[in-house]
Structure formats: structure tokens, C-alpha cells
């Protein structure tokens, strides 16, 4: 008779439809197991290179389980650079620091050598006053002490041009 030949059938086409949704489900656990695997560590190399980019030169990478392979390899170079910048942002910081120092001191020095050049420049201008109260007659003289009152003012103008110059361009460096 025909519906028991279509009853096996019947029951046949079932434990198929069973036997599908069953290897459906298994290819996508497996899927989302193999996933999370691969993805896992790349999450890690994205996470990593956020923190390095968001200024967190300590921050290291450890994948144990892919020690031996292309993420492993790549997690290694990701914290051999991340030892790179963090070494040279350490010598940056501290060649900063000697270059505010040697800013410091050339301060100092800047400070040192207009007031001396000043000091100077107030000595030969009394001099120079006294000399014409002493010479009062002699018209050579006293041109003489004009015109070395003329370069005087000329080198003290100097002076405090090139102190401006230099404040001026250290507070355009500081700017940049």
C-alpha cells in the first residue's frame, strides 16, 4: 500500500528536516566559537593601539595563546613600538628639560651682559657730562663728547632692541 511507502517517507523527510536544523545550529556555535577565537585577539591589537593612540605609551599587549603565530607576531611588534615611543617621548621630556634650563641660564646671561653693557654706558655718559663741565671752551672737546653721547644712546637703544628681539622670539617659540 502507498501510505505506508509515504509514512517512511514522511518520517524519513522529518529526522532530514531534524537533522538539518541540528547542523544548522552546530555550524553556527561553531561559527561564533571560532569568531570569538580570531576576534578576540584582534579586538585586543584594536584596544592596544586605541590606548596608544589616546597617549598610553606603558600599555602592552599579551595574547598567551597566540604566542607562535601572525597575532602573536603582531601583538609583539604592536609593544615593541609601544617601547619605541614610550623611550622616545621619555628622551623628549627630558631634552625639554634641558632646553628650559638652557633657556634658564641664557636668561641669566641675557640679563647679566645688558646690565653690564648698561653699567657701561651710565659710566661713559657721567664721564662725559663732567668732561664738558670741565671743557666748557673748547669746542673740539665738545664735539668729541656729543658725538660720544650720540653712540652712547646708540648702543643703549641696541641694547634694549636686543633684549625685545629676544623676548619677542621666545614668546613666538612658546606660542608654536
Known amino acids: 500500500p502507498t501510505h505506508h511507502v509515504y509514512k517512511v517517507v514522511h518520517v524519513l523527510q522529518r529526522v532530514l528536516i531534524v537533522v538539518t536544523l541540528l547542523t544548522f545550529l552546530l555550524v553556527v556555535f561553531i561559527a561564533d566559537y571560532v569568531a570569538r577565537i580570531v576576534l578576540s585577539p584582534i579586538k585586543d591589537l584594536e584596544r592596544g593601539a586605541r590606548m596608544l593612540g589616546s597617549g598610553s605609551l606603558g600599555y602592552r599587549i599579551e595574547l598567551t595563546r597566540h604566542t607562535n603565530d601572525e597575532l602573536g607576531n603582531l601583538a609583539n611588534a604592536f609593544n615593541q613600538m609601544a617601547q619605541s615611543l614610550q623611550t622616545k617621548d621619555e628622551e623628549i621630556r627630558t631634552y625639554g628639560k634641558n ?23 651710565d659710566e661713559i655718559e657721567s664721564t662725559s657730562t663732567e668732561l664738558k663741565r670741565t ?11 656729543l658725538t660720544i653721547s650720540r653712540r652712547r644712546q646708540q648702543i643703549s637703544r641696541l641694547n634694549a632692541d636686543l633684549v625685545k628681539l629676544i623676548q619677542t622670539e621666545r614668546e613666538s617659540i612658546e606660542f608654536r
Do not use: P
Open 99 to 121: 632646553l628650559e634650563t638652557a633657556n634658564e641660564e641664557l636668561d641669566a646671561m641675557i640679563y647679566a651682559v645688558t646690565h653690564d653693557v648698561r653699567t657701561a654706558l
Open 135 to 145: 671743557y666748557v671752551a673748547d669746542q673740539g672737546t665738545q664735539e668729541k663728547l
